[in-house]
């Protein structure tokens, strides 16, 4: 069975940095591209960014580039979001995502909150 | 960037009866449009993918139909289990992949 289970969502305060995780367990993981998706009240869905199966190319909405990175480690079957530089309207609901070109397995996702 | 909107924004319809959701494309997107369900505090589920092809586990009352810029998601008979928002998503010209608003589908 497919599973994603994120960690790392939290109360941060603007400017401020966070790391998000996604163990992912039941595939192959090495063998699939993986993206991130975040959900909030203001955006709906919104896809942040995304990475190769060997962590070789990077894709990243506008508003996230050089803010953001996304990486995975595939000796842990992990994927991870780095972001630095928090505002506000990064406030979100932050899903793992099997899949590029369709997002056919989706954690339960990790919420993270910005406030001063 | 594709802009995608959907329609309506609430529907509200009783169990049994059918559900027709529409989903535009600000341009084509061949077929490369997907559907996914959502329910109160669950993530997100892959139902349709390539505009007419149902994911792994969905039940036949799902179907999708259309190509380039006009999209439709229909459900034959509601379950109590489908009231839900709908979400139509593309992945032809990107990044970015981009999302539509949702259509609600409540209990009338």
């Known amino acids: 069975e497919v599973q994603l289970v994120e960690s790392g969502g939290d109360l941060v305060q603007p400017g401020g940095s966070l790391r998000l995780s996604c163990a992912a367990s039941?595939?192959?993981?090495?063998?699939?591209?993986m993206t991130w998706v975040r959900q909030s009240q203001g955006k709906g869905l919104e896809w942040v960014a995304t990475?190769?199966?060997?962590?070789?190319?990077?894709y990243y909405v506008g508003s996230v580039k050089g803010r953001f990175t996304i990486s995975r480690d595939n000796a842990k079957n992990s994927l991870y979001l780095q972001m630095n530089s928090l505002r506000a309207e990064d406030t979100a609901v932050y899903y793992c995502?099997?899949?590029?070109?369709?997002?056919?397995?989706w954690g339960q996702g990790t919420l993270v909150t910005l406030s001063s | 960037e594709v802009v995608l909107t959907q329609s309506p924004g609430t529907l509200s319809l009783s169990p049994g009866e059918r559900a027709t959701l529409s989903c535009r494309a600000s341009?084509?997107?061949?077929?490369?449009l997907a559907w996914y369900q959502q329910k109160p505090g669950q993530a997100p589920r892959l139902l349709i993918y390539d505009a007419s092809h149902r994911a792994t586990g969905i039940p036949a009352r799902f179907s999708g139909s259309g190509s380039g810029t006009d999209f439709t998601l229909t459900i034959s008979s509601l379950e109590p289990e489908d009231f839900a928002v709908y979400y139509c998503?593309?992945?032809?010209?990107?990044?970015?992949?981009?999302f539509g608003p949702g259509t609600k589908v409540e209990i009338k």
């Open positions: 990475i190769k199966e060997d962590g070789n190319e990077k």
């Open positions: 341009q084509s997107v061949s077929d490369y």
């Open positions: 039941g595939f192959t993981f090495s063998t699939y591209w």
């Open positions: 995502i099997r899949g590029l070109l369709t997002f056919d397995y």
């Open positions: 998503q593309q992945r032809s010209n990107w990044p970015p992949f981009t």
